[in-house]
């Protein structure tokens, strides 16, 4: 398997400091965690991010402004999978009611998978560091029939820990520009899979500082 994406660049509100900084597991960050367990996994790992805040750094791919969503970006990354950009959603008027330390997880998708034309990039939170490599693995066999492989269990869809195809850049930046922010919505316009796992457990998140601590506590961390 070629590449896979960490996205660290929520605002952790919920937690009041940014989790994507928290020491885990012996290295310095959780993010740090990540990219050297996935790189077990991965011939490549990258953080997505909207700059570079990793002491050591690690590869980042930087959030595109919205101002930077222009027609013939759109265009080009549309054209890959053979639709044609909706011109009338790409105008920074669409994007003006999103402040710039705001997350966009469909701004993310669009600047990650902009680079990865014709390739099926894995993509996992940072703050979801339990994901196993059979779950990896087993999502990844679905890649070749699908545009969008993510996984679930009995309770959640995790619509941002699976496989995505670079050719969603398109459809991605034109949702952002629109104003819609929500995968589903992505979900809604391709081949998507959703692959139900009985081990809930692994896609563990930590949200808040109660969460990091019982993560602790378990030595899930």
Request: glycine share 8%; aromatic share 10%.
């Amino acid at each position: 398997m070629k590449t896979c994406v960490i996205l660290a660049g929520g605002k952790s509100s919920r937690m009041g400091r940014d989790k994507t900084l928290l020491p885990f597991g012996g290295f310095a960050t959780l993010t740090h965690y990540g990219a050297h367990k996935f790189g077990r996994i991965f011939e490549r790992v990258f953080v997505s991010s909207k700059f570079e805040k990793f002491d050591p750094t690690l590869p980042l791919i930087k959030d595109v402004g919205a101002e930077d969503i222009s027609r013939s970006n759109l265009t080009e990354a549309s054209d890959k999978d053979g639709t044609e950009a909706n011109s009338a959603q790409i105008c920074s008027q669409d994007t003006s009611n999103l402040s710039p330390d705001a997350f966009s997880p469909m701004l993310a998708l669009y600047s990650i998978l902009r680079n990865f034309p014709n390739e099926s990039v894995f993509i996992v939170p940072a703050d979801m560091p339990f994901v196993s490599e059979n779950c990896v693995r087993e999502l990844y066999k679905f890649t070749g029939e699908y545009d969008m492989v993510i996984a679930a269990d009995e309770s959640h869809t995790h619509s941002l820990c699976g496989f995505f195809s670079g050719d969603l850049a398109g459809a991605a930046g034109e949702l952002f520009a629109a104003g819609e922010h929500k995968i589903g919505l992505l979900r809604d316009r391709c081949r998507c899979k959703i692959v139900k796992f009985a081990n809930a457990d692994e896609f563990f998140n930590i949200n808040y500082q109660a969460d990091y601590e019982q993560a602790l506590k378990e030595g899930k961390i």
